[in-house]
């Protein structure tokens, strides 16, 4: 099993629509993190969270939002989706501040 | 601010060509430097980490370097399935920021 699961792996939306990105993981590890990809633009931090009670805005958090549910899980969600929005969003997790990033497979969303 | 920064942003090589990428860095007193590989569609996987500068770490073809102010990635005789894009991230001094991720180099080896 994957150390960091994503569910859905796709996704098409329609405009104005609440959607919610669902991750979890087993490394065990306080600190997860949500990026969106785009072309040419790399990885950009949505939200990040180093423990249960922590929430943080990355460099691009408008129109997103976020829940720690526990430990080991960390959910995006989209309130009003809208087609700028489309990307491919990935979850991530690391042990601390200087160590390795433990990615998920991606989400690919599409809002039409 | 803390920057990173690849270069170049796309690579194409023949089977066998040697090159490197690189990594430069504005971090000040960086606390780790890390390289992934990504294939299109999928999540980074990561490849290596450097703490210091003079550390060298290797895996199959690849061989990442670090000084202060930038790490290599070099490929040594690249075959098509390493084509990929390469990210590398910087930790910062406190620990309480997360990882500062460049762009990525893309790179295409051909047949």
């Known amino acids: 099993d994957a150390d960091v699961t994503q569910t859905p792996r796709n996704r098409i939306t329609k405009t104005g629509k609440r959607i919610m990105l669902e991750c979890s993981q087993t490394?065990?590890?306080?600190?997860m993190y949500w990026y969106r990809q785009d072309p040419g633009l790399g990885l950009r931090l949505i939200y990040y969270s180093f423990d249960v009670k922590d929430i943080n805005k990355g460099e691009i958090s408008d129109g997103y939002s976020v829940s720690r549910q526990a430990q080991a899980k960390f959910s995006l969600s989209l309130e009003s989706a809208i087609p700028n929005q489309t990307a491919l969003y990935f979850c991530a997790t690391t042990a601390g501040g200087n160590t390795e990033a433990f990615f998920g497979q991606g989400t690919r969303l599409t809002v039409v | 601010e803390d920057q990173v920064t690849q270069s170049p942003e796309a690579l194409r090589l023949q089977e066998g060509e040697s090159s490197s990428l690189n990594c430069s860095y504005t971090?000040?007193?960086?606390?780790?430097l890390f390289w992934y590989r990504q294939d299109p569609g999928k999540g980074p996987e990561f490849l290596f980490t450097?703490?210091?500068a003079g550390e060298e770490k290797e895996k199959e073809r690849l061989k990442a370097t670090l000084t202060k102010k930038e790490s290599f990635l070099h490929i040594t005789a690249p075959k098509p399935e390493d084509s990929a894009t390469y990210l590398c991230?910087?930790?910062?001094?406190?620990?309480?920021?997360?990882?500062?991720f460049g762009k990525g180099t893309r790179l295409s080896v051909i047949a």
């Open positions: 991230a910087a930790a910062n001094p406190s620990g309480n920021t997360p990882l500062v």
């Open positions: 450097l703490y210091s």
């Open positions: 971090v000040s007193g960086l606390r780790g």
């Open positions: 490394k065990g590890h306080d600190r």
